[in-house]
């Protein structure tokens, strides 16, 4: 093959990728369009006139409700969320939702609020989260912001945050100066010696109040700090039965700072892996506790993956299984959209890498299965183009 023909097929090659990566980019034009033709201020009755899907389980239909509400369609996520509380009525999650989605957003949020800008990886969700106290208000977000398709977001496109008392004291630790100015500590004035005579006790009755304190000492005093280092031990023995009652008795101290709650992490998981197989609905409320921790440090997929192992071990516990499903959409979709970018950038290796990513959080990825098989193939013909 010749210079210009290997040339001429790599340029088409690329052509090729470009285009589909150009054809991926307007089928969600296409898509977004169609959504926000069909949510313009949706009408009660017209909420109403939707379906639940037949035959789903409830794991299925709070699935479909969230991705029916990601992508903007309110009237069937609301046929969904209906069917779903038929189903489990004690669900706050699926309520949330409800209201969400049938409340006005002047009603549901304060009017005043401030700014902030899109960076990557951040969505509505996590932006929720962040400031709202609950990934499930980005519908309730989006519609504040007058977003009818919360997964259609762009970087740096600028976002309103209602000033809720919650986003307020986020916003100000944010605002605040970390680096605190001590001022210094006066200098001790000097005291006279005739009051340092004046004040001095009689030895024997100072003597007389030693014996009496030795005779009857105090319990030592129970302390946040003794606790954390006392279940900072017991981790460490692998003790995690009275690791966990530690964790417990700091609760009254008020909210951990990262380093007990990364303590409460280990005897959490420690205690639930013990526990699987013996008492799996045990199991399952410490893997549930642990992944909420990692929710407060940041840890989306940590805390994806502790839900799980709640979920699988109790298909009971709702509150587990909810958690992981709305994480499972937001992680997927967030490394959706990474995928998507470097696909376009021509960047194969990295796109491929993420949609892996994808499909190990959720396997029945529709989307990330296509462009990850369409990426391999394209990497396929270029390098064999190149060799030639």
Not at 148 to 171: E, F, H, M, Y
Not at 191 to 216: G, L, N, W, Y
Request: proline share 3%; aromatic share 6%.
């Amino acid at each position: 093959m010749s210079y210009m023909e290997s040339k001429s097929k790599l340029a088409a090659v690329i052509g090729c990728l470009v285009l589909m990566g150009c054809g991926a980019v307007g089928e969600k034009s296409a898509q977004s369009d169609s959504v926000n033709t069909n949510n313009k201020s949706k009408t009660t009755q017209e909420l109403i006139n939707y379906t639940a899907e037949a035959g789903l389980t409830a794991k299925q239909r709070f699935t479909k409700a969230l991705e029916k509400l990601e992508n903007g369609e309110e009237g069937q996520a609301l046929a969904e969320l209906n069917a779903y509380l038929e189903a489990v009525p004690r669900s706050n999650s699926a309520k949330n939702l409800v209201e969400q989605i049938t409340t006005e957003s002047t009603q549901y949020f304060p009017a005043d609020f401030f700014t902030v800008d899109l960076t990557s990886g951040v969505s509505l969700s996590t932006l929720a989260k962040r400031y709202l106290g609950s990934a499930l208000k980005f519908y309730a977000l989006a519609k504040y912001n007058d977003i009818s398709n919360p997964s259609r977001v762009d970087i740096g496109q600028q976002i309103k945050i209602p000033l809720t008392q919650l986003a307020k004291t986020i916003r100000k630790k944010e605002q605040s100066i970390t680096a605190e100015v001590v001022a210094p500590e006066a200098p001790l004035a000097e005291t006279p010696e005739a009051d340092v005579v004046a004040d001095t006790p009689d030895v024997a009755e100072t003597v007389k109040e030693a014996e009496v304190e030795i005779a009857a000492p105090k319990a030592p005093e129970i302390t946040a700090s003794s606790l954390i280092d006392e279940l900072e031990s017991l981790n460490s023995k692998g003790s995690f039965s009275a690791a966990t009652e530690k964790v417990e008795a700091l609760k009254s101290f008020g909210e951990f700072d990262k380093k007990t709650r990364n303590l409460a992490l280990t005897a959490y998981i420690g205690r639930a892996k013990e526990l699987t197989d013996t008492d799996n609905k045990s199991a399952a409320n410490y893997y549930a506790d642990a992944g909420q921790l990692n929710l407060i440090n940041g840890e989306s997929l940590a805390a994806f993956k502790n839900f799980k192992l709640a979920t699988n071990l109790d298909q009971d516990n709702l509150q587990a299984m909810e958690d992981m499903l709305i994480l499972q959409k937001d992680i997927a979709d967030k490394f959706h959209r990474e995928a998507s970018s470097a696909f376009r950038r021509q960047e194969l290796d990295i796109a491929i890498a993420k949609w892996d990513q994808v499909l190990e959080v959720n396997p029945d990825h529709s989307s990330a299965s296509l462009y990850r098989a369409q990426a391999i193939e394209l990497k396929a013909r270029l390098d064999k183009i190149k060799k030639n």
